[in-house]
């Protein structure tokens, strides 16, 4: 009986330690299962479409977004503020240009490079030429010069009578061929030839840029050739281009071209009429259209081509689209 009574409590015994190896492994498998949803919920979290990664990548983009809004408003702000000052918008801004570009009044230096558009498509690179800018300033606004010549101009004829004309009209003349380089473009106000008044007036363009001087030449002898009496005197126009020219390295081009100013030579024997140009190397230097003797009545004219460079008068609100002017590759292009 007591050894029945032992077994019993050694199988009960046997049996209790079964039943908790059990309950142990169940737990086990339970906290596998919860450490497993876990994780999901945890990876989810933050790999997922609304995860940590995700929400942290987005927001940095719209960090990026947000500063580049603003810099672009800083940007706009200032060139704003610019036009502004420059005189082409109102702090208003009911008068601001749409595109906020700076004027080239603003920015331009003397002997800056600037692309012209001449309107006239025969020249330059279908008629965009480069130009320098010759003044910048209230007493002669903002004038550009040709860097090169535009084309040349023929002065004089074969007969005194031509030579005698040509003379006394070259200062239109040349004029009203510069003047063309103005009259087709969107950007221009005037134009002349280089070596004429430079001066603006207060209409804001040359109003005496065929200014000549008063009372014809007075010949040391008497002539009975026709108009040899009444010729138009020298000028010494051309010296306020030619300082502001040599100060921006733009007197000297490699090319002979045409001064709109004149020159006469007078003695006893004869009289010379000729026009100031510019050579190859940069001297000054005269060309005669025409002369005239003591001797007899003589007179003889004389015929010479060489070059024109237009200086062109610019609308002051032009503006700059594009490049900084420091060199023909970079030189200034323009828009309204």
């Known amino acids: 009986m007591k050894k029945n009574l032992k077994l019993k409590s050694k199988y009960e015994l046997l049996n209790k330690k079964a039943n908790s190896r059990g309950i142990t492994l169940i737990a086990l498998i ?201 010729m138009k005197d020298e000028d010494e126009n051309y010296k306020t281009d030619q300082t502001a020219m040599q100060a921006t390295n733009t007197w000297t081009t490699g090319e002979h071209y045409w001064l709109t100013s004149r020159s006469v030579l007078s003695n006893v024997s004869y009289c010379t009429f000729y026009v100031w140009n510019v050579d190859t190397g940069g001297d000054l230097y005269n060309n005669r259209l025409c002369n005239v003797s003591s001797d007899n009545g003589c007179a003889y004219g004389y015929s010479n081509g060489i070059g024109l460079r237009p200086v062109i008068l610019l609308n002051q609100n032009v503006k700059v689209i594009a490049g900084d002017g420091s060199s023909e590759e970079t030189a200034y292009e323009l828009g309204i």
């Open 30 to 230: 339970i906290t596998i299962i919860v450490l497993l949803i876990l994780a999901g919920v945890t990876i989810n979290l933050t790999l997922g479409e609304n995860g940590i990664f995700r929400i942290a990548e987005m927001a940095g983009k719209n960090y990026m977004e947000a500063q580049d809004k603003e810099l672009a408003g800083l940007a706009d702000f200032e060139n704003m503020m610019d036009n502004i000052i420059g005189g082409t918008g109102s702090s208003g801004g009911t008068d601001t240009p749409s595109t906020n570009y700076k004027t080239l009044k603003s920015v331009a230096k003397p002997g800056d490079y600037v692309k012209y558009d001449t309107g006239i498509t025969s020249v330059g690179e279908n008629g965009i030429v480069t130009f320098r800018v010759l003044y910048n300033d209230g007493t002669y606004g903002l004038q550009i010069i040709s860097d090169k010549n535009v084309e040349q101009v023929t002065l004089g004829g074969d007969t005194w009578e031509e030579g005698r004309d040509s003379y006394n009209n070259v200062i239109s003349t040349l004029n009203e061929k510069a003047e063309n380089y103005a009259k087709s473009s969107p950007y221009a106000l005037d134009g002349r030839c280089v070596g004429s008044v430079p001066t603006i007036g207060t209409d804001g363009k040359f109003n005496a840029k065929n200014t000549e001087n008063a009372g014809p030449v007075q010949l040391e002898f008497t002539s009975t050739v026709e108009g040899a009496n009444n």
